[in-house]
């Protein structure tokens, strides 16, 4: 038999015309595809039982109720609760990113110390134990020193029992030096303070629900200005019944643009025209009578310095708008109110801007009315034994930041003066400081010189849940759960009508290796034994908030929050300004041709919580390009500079020179650059690490003369093409 | 065994959004991600690739500072039924290999991701921009896995995904429907993501043929109007302005013509 | 097709030239036939043991004894959820109920109890008909509202006394069940196979179409 | 020393040329492979394609290739089924260049679906309504065809001519050959029109939508007849191409003047039929749908300006046709030459500017136009198709007997 290349030939085409006529091609064609319907590098979501469990949400100041999606033990959404006061079901992007915190990259699983060289993020794995004696051996060597008083703490709220049992460590061991970061409550409160003469914890409360007309100097009442889906849910009340709304602002902000009352002033006039609405109610004779001191010198230092005609230049505004505004505004039938605090009042801003508008208030008898504001006792439900005893104890020593004293008695605590302190001194005044849930490297203004004075701190203990730029130059970090998985007492601030008390609900068990902060700060007292052992009595933290809330304790189990009535402070004698502080409004040097303004994005958040991918996500091109922040700049402003919309420019002020992109919008004032906050965060997770450029990085602090707070509101500036 | 012949009338799910209570918040798209499982990249920014199935734009009256209005404008998948509400909505008459239908029984676009093999021609033919192509693989890293909901499948690159009125939710409340031995839903048993996530309370959704339901009665609104309805795609998301301008924007027009000007009578294709 | 004018062109068909000498005819032929039946049998044969690999299950479980100590049939422990979702095959939990210790003299309900219930360990049962995370299945209305019968998909697993090996397409992960044991797709029962042919003919019978996409699909 | 292989009587230049020429298209093939492999193992995230450029360089190239290689086809059909015979005398050439348009397409294609893996799909889930159905089992169809069509003609290769087998099927299959031409030219009437249907139909887009007949929008008929009108400008032209690089006349005077008087025609009505269908379409189904004709191209007027429809329908349609129609414009040759590349140009700027721009043209009022550059994958891929069809125009040229007057014209000398 003779075989040759033919013969195989033949053999490879009977096996081809064979395999045809088998499943063999068919099959793999088909198992192929489904090969590709089942990638095995794709996450396969596991099936379970599901449940939901309600809680509340810490993630800003709101004070929202939560309902969580639990497939077998994951959390797999966050949804609003229907039946809580504040939200009725809604909620927000950046609480249905919730679940991100909880499960995300940025959170610190186990305790750690720091490895590397502050702001570097470099940690070593050590354990609770290792963590706790560190801790004791830095508190004891300052007390063995004599310099216990140089513990300070930083925390984002006075609020609740986390932040009391710090306050109460501190006290115990005789340091006076408990801090928050200041919002534009503080800011009322110092106002209730020099207007009204209160002494006090009070807070400012507004009655929005029943308000007719609204008066807004550039707070960002939709954007997240006190609790934002309360206020979200008020303004489409207000829009409902036609209640006008008037935004004084620079730019179409989302708050502006649901109003449809944008009221453009000339930057940093806000205060100006506030006072010429005064001027103009009071030559107008529209004023409410009642008990007020110095009510002639005010109304002469508007006549001299304020009156209609100059304000009207000063603003760029007509004077008719002016007087017919006023007009409106303090018709008694109006129940109008003016709110102030820009964007979302997470700085406390400028205290002329602060008393300008509450003469406003008071002038139209808007001050503790149906529909205004109102000042309230702040609560002080929480009680523990011996408070008296610590708090005179260290009420004759001076605090670091001067809160409280001297110059400074406006404010409880103005940690804003820390930095500038350090680095004129040279050294640290604090010896130890404990940061929960704040992170000042990020939200004080300057950041250059923040960081330079928490290099200057000895020792720097964080118990944060998530890395980020205070974590950054902390020594040790202690992580607390994340809000999903610990209980904690959260009384709610943000301007609500009522006073109300959430409790945020383990309803997961604890991803990592961490510990409930009030556990952590009760552990550590236990520690230092002795007379601190003893100020901390309870078991736990548990048990700690078992005690304290007494009978509110299960009804809040149950429930998930407390809504109390507060009645409004007697406001006793108004002392109207015979002067108003002088303080220019925008920083930095005035020869820079253009203001910059931060600008609370709806979508961004600038405080100590950074945006969680879901929310990151969502973010528009035109405030986050690739890694670079886009300033916003009207189109003649743009033709102006010689930029161009959606390219490179570089932005000048007299602290930084940053690379940033150009966004031309129709919604914005000339000679005005908005610059969005909550970008250019570090030590965040992937998603938002080293995108786009922090605002206080730019922005030079401005110490309010009258209260201690910084007042900067903007800052001069140049934007160039790159 | 009992057979399932009876043909009940379908329904015809459907949204009104009140863009006057619409501040523009993003919590739809954040609540829809979270819902449906969408992942998220690196970077987002570049929104020419970046996959939200309701996308809230921003509209501006073009009007110089200070005149200039702003309106938020939620978009959603339209659910065209397209004339006559027959099934012959853009996309689903052009997709080769019948990856994405028509419900009639809900009136709902669905679709296969798993049969799609990313022709885009679905995307060519949206003009609403509602169709969005996985250019890249979902990546949940680390523990981000956990978030994923088993109701709905996550998406493999190469293929074309869109909203789906959360019909996973339709599906659950049937399925307990069923064990209680119901057939029909009420009108809270089935709500999207975003509906109720909306903190302004914007979009409502329901039966848009029932008129027990709130959207057949809001939709009536003389304010109502429709995205590109001369297009005669019939899209199921009605919207509400008072703002003459924002209903003019939901359409195109020439120059002289009335807002509302229908397309001329003559035969559709199709 | 060329055109031009070639000299080949001239021959008549079958009357080229043979240069060279090749292999005859037949050989050809036979070998044409060798090769055809050398992959015939691979397709057929070798080929679904390749595609397939064998894995067994944590231990063996007879469905028939509990079918006969319980009362409300397969429903009984293949339970549906309060909100009308179905939980599959049952968990720890349920089975523990009854086996909290060894009951009878099995060793497998000993592996059972030593290695699952005492560590509180879920079985990780290897699911014959589990569907790919695409697909979205109503037990509710399959069961509850078509009342159709559980075998009517799953067969008389309910009467077996001992689990099948299962086998997993090595390509697709997926079970063997869901294309069926007959490699070519031919069906004999309602239960030889749950590909989506199949659901889709059982739909189109009765009634009267496959349904939507988002009917069968997440 | 590849001397058996050359056909008898034919110059060639020398292996040595051959295999350097083959050798740097072989690097231009493999590179784009290496392209195509990252966008099979990666994704399309290698291209710079995007929600709104799904349609974009590679869609673009497919659908200019397959209209340009309508030479085939529409040769063809001249050829077999008409009857002229002089076209004999570069129908081969028309199918070898054909056969590389398809098969381009098909490569294309296949790197372009998101899910190559599923490709089959379209044939075994097809929904029969839609246009790209109707494409795929066409245009797969008739690359068959092409295929059955080519074979003949490789078959004729001395060497392979020698098996009897080989020879004998060559004989048959030539017998047969009108068969398959009328079928091929039935085939590519209806795919070039379902691709012209693939955007005509779009009735969410007004810039690509068309009224019509039936099912079928206007833009299926424009397709199928601009391709019969310009694919046989790219058969010419390459023809022409060949002859430069090889320094010999291939093909008479007499068939380019046929084939161009023809197309001359054919493009003279196409674009008078182009015309109509734009003018109705711009005055009575764009209107209808809000849009005025200066709306499309006034929201980026460099990038799609008006004058991109007169660049395609007056400079690269009403001229080349005036030329190819007027005996003098076919004879001076530099005017002709004009001509059958205006011709090509106009087509592929057809296809550009119905493919591509349909999808990225906003149609909300407030949505965006953007641009789009393709990526350095996507142009690797694009290039590779024409890399590959020079080299097999090559091997052809150099191996098969292509050219049947090939010997005539250059024994003269």
Known sequence: MKIDRRSFLALGLGAAAGTAFTPLPWKLTDDASIWTQNW??????????????????????????????????????????????????????????????????SRVTSPMRRSGDRGKNEWTRITWDEALAEVKAQINALVDADKADTIACITGSDRGTVPLLFKRLLAVLGSPNFMTTATMEDSYRAVFRKMHGLKGPVDVRFDFENTGFVLSFGSGLIEGWGSPLRMIRAANVWKANKTPMIQVE????????????????????????????????????????????????????????????????????????????????????????????RGKGTTAGSMREFMAVHALNILAGRVNAPGGVFAVPAPDDIAWAGDTVMTSAISGKTRIDEAGTGAYTLADSLLNRIPSGIVEKGESSIGLLFVSEANPVYTLSGTKNVRKAFKKIPYIVSFATCLDDTTAYADLILPNHSYLERYQDVPVRAGLSKPLVNLTKPVSAPVYDTQNVGDTVISIAKSLEGSVAEAFPWENYEDCLAKTLGGRWETLKEKGFVEGEANPVALGNVILPSEMPDIPAISGDGNLPLILLPKDSMRLWGDAVADPPFALKIVPDTELKGTETVVEVSPKTAVAQGLEDGKEAVLTTTLKSVTVKVAVSDGIMDGVVAIPRGLGRSSAEKYLDDKGVNVCELMEPQEDKVSGFDAVIGTRASLKRA | MKKETEHKPGKKYGMVIDLDKCTGCGSCMAACMAENNVPCKDDESNKLSSITWIRVYRLTNRKPFPETEICYLPRPCMHCGGVGDQGHSPCVSVCPATATDYDHGTGIVSQIYTRCFGCRYCMAACPYHARYFNWWDPVWPGDLKKTLSPNVSPRMRGVVEKCSFCFHRYQLAMEKAYVEGRRDLEEGEYQTACTQACPSGAITFGDLDNPDHAVAKMKEHPNAFRLLERLQTNPKVYYISSREWVRRAGDNYLKNEPTNSKPRAAAHHG | MSTSNHEADSLAPGEAPDRKQGAPGGVIVLFFIVGFALSMAFGWLVFPKLLYSEKNQPFDFNHKIHMDLVDSGCESCHVFREDGTYAGVPTLAQCADCHQDVQGESKDEEVFVNEYVANEKEVPWLIYSRQPDCVFFSHAAHVKMAEMECKECHGDIGESESLKVYRENRITGYSQDIWGENIAGIRKNTWDGMKMTDCGKCHEERMGSKGPCFQCHK | MD???????????????????????????????????????????????????GFALWIWADLAVIAIGGGAF???????????????????????????????????????????????????????????????????????????????????????????????????????????AATGAFLSCFHQGSLGGVTGVLFGRPFGYREGIFVWPWTFFLYTWSAAACGPCFTML????????????????????????????????????????????????????????????SLHPLHHGIWILILEIVVCGVVPALILISQKGRATKPLFNLAIVLAVLGVCLNRWVMVMTPMAMPVMTFDSWVTYFPSWQEIATTILPFAGGIMVVALSYRYLPVFPQEKELNSKR
């Open chain 1, 250 to 341: 620079q730019r179409l902000s989302n708050t502006a643009a649901f109003s449809g009352g944008l009221l453009a002033v000339n930057p940093g006039t806000e205060a100006d025209l506030a006072l010429g609405l005064c001027h103009a109610i009071i030559s107008g004779n529209l004023h409410q009578a009642g008990s007020v001191s110095g009510f002639a010198e005010f109304a002469n230092l508007l006549k001299q310095k304020y009156s209609v005609d100059t304000v009207a230049t000063k603003t760029g505004l007509k004077a008719t708008a002016i007087v017919d505004l006023a007009r409106k505004f303090a018709n008694p039938a109006s129940r109008s109110v003016a709110v102030c605090g």
């Open chain 4, 74 to 180: 529409f040769t063809g059909l001249l050829r077999y089924v008409i009857g002229l015979d002089e076209l004999k005398n570069i129908i081969n050439f028309a199918v070898i260049v054909g056969f590389c348009c398809y098969c381009s397409a098909m490569l294309i294609l296949a790197i372009d679906i998101g899910q190559p893996l599923r490709g089959w799909f379209i044939f075994w889930h097809a929904n029969v309504h839609s246009m790209l159905t109707e494409v795929a089992f066409c245009l797969s169809l008739y690359l068959c065809v092409l295929a059955i069509e080519y074979l003949p003609l490789i078959l004729e290769n001395g060497k392979i001519d020698e098996v009897p087998f080989f020879h004998n099927l060559s004989h048959t299959m030539h017998g047969a050959m009108a068969v398959f």
């Open chain 1, 40 to 105: 095995r590098w794709l996450p396969l979501p596991e099936d379970g039982d599901v449940t939901y469990e309600t809680t509340a949400c810490t993630l800003c100041p709101g004070g929202c109720g939560i309902r969580v999606r639990k497939v077998k033990d994951r959390i797999v959404k966050i949804e609003g609760l229907p039946e809580h006061p504040v939200n009725q079901g809604g909620i927000c992007a950046l609480g249905i990113s919730g679940t991100q915190i909880l499960y995300g990259g």
């Open chain 4, 238 to 297: 390459t023809c022409k191409i060949t002859e430069t690089i090889t320094g010999k006349r291939l093909v008479k005077d007499n068939v380019y003047d046929l084939l161009a008087k023809i197309s001359g025609w054919m493009i003279g009505t196409y674009i008078v039929a182009k015309i109509a269908d734009t003018v109705y379409w711009a005055t009575v189904t764009s209107p209808s749908m809000g849009f005025g004709l200066m709306d499309y191209y």
């Open chain 4, 3 to 53: 001397y058996d292989f050359i056909p008898k009587g034919h110059n060639r230049c020398s292996f040595g040329t051959f295999a350097a020429g083959m050798v740097i298209l072989g690097v231009i093939v493999l590179w784009g492979f290496y392209a195509a492999a990252l966008c099979w193992i990666k994704g399309l995230n290698q291209t710079n394609m995007n929600d709104s450029y």
